[in-house]
C-alpha cells in the first residue's frame, strides 16, 4: 500500500508516458503544466475516500471551486457539485473509489455535460480528463496490481 508520495510519482510517471506519447501535438508549456496537474490530481483521486492527502487536495480544490461557482452566481452549478463532493463519505475505503469502471466513469460523464452545456471547452477537457484517468488509474494499479484494471 503506497503512500502518496508513490503514487504521486507513479501519476509523474503515466504523465511522462502520455506526453511522449501525444508529442505530436505540440502543446504549450502551459498545457503541459495542466495535463500535469490532472494526472497528478488523479493518481491522488482514488484515495479521497479515506482521511489522506488526495482527500485533502479534493476538498480544497472542491472549496475553491464553489467560491468561484458562487461569485459567478451559478448556484445550482455549486449545489450539484455540493451533492458530489458528499459521495466520498457515503462509501468504504478501496470501494467504489477503487473500481477502474467508476473512475472510468467519471471523466466520461463529465465529457458529456461539456459537450452539452460548453461545447467549444470540450476538446481541452478531453485531454485533461485523460491525463487524470491516466493518474487514477495508476493509482490502482500500484495498490492492487495491474490485474486489478481488469476487474469492473
Not at 450539484?80 to 477502474?100: A, K, N, V
Not at 493518474?135 to 476487474?151: N, P, Q, T, Y
Request: glycine share 8%.
Amino acid at each position: 500500500m503506497p503512500g502518496y508520495r508513490a503514487h504521486l510519482m507513479g501519476g509523474f510517471t503515466v504523465y511522462i508516458g502520455l506526453l511522449y506519447t501525444l508529442q505530436s501535438l505540440t502543446p504549450t508549456p502551459l498545457t503541459m503544466f495542466e495535463w500535469l496537474g490532472c494526472a497528478l490530481i488523479g493518481s491522488l483521486f482514488p484515495d479521497v475516500d479515506t482521511k489522506s492527502k488526495g482527500q485533502l487536495w479534493f476538498y480544497r480544490l472542491f472549496f475553491i471551486i464553489l467560491i468561484i461557482l458562487a461569485l459567478k452566481e451559478r448556484y445550482f452549478v455549486a449545489a450539484i457539485i455540493s451533492i458530489l463532493g458528499i459521495l466520498p463519505m457515503l462509501f468504504r475505503h478501496r470501494g467504489l473509489f477503487h473500481r477502474p469502471l467508476f473512475l472510468v466513469s467519471i471523466p466520461v460523464v463529465a465529457m458529456i455535460i461539456i459537450k452539452i452545456c460548453a461545447p467549444a471547452s470540450a476538446q481541452v477537457f478531453f485531454f485533461d480528463a485523460i491525463f487524470f484517468l491516466a493518474g487514477a488509474l495508476s493509482h490502482i494499479v500500484m495498490d492492487r496490481g495491474i490485474k486489478a484494471l481488469f476487474r469492473m
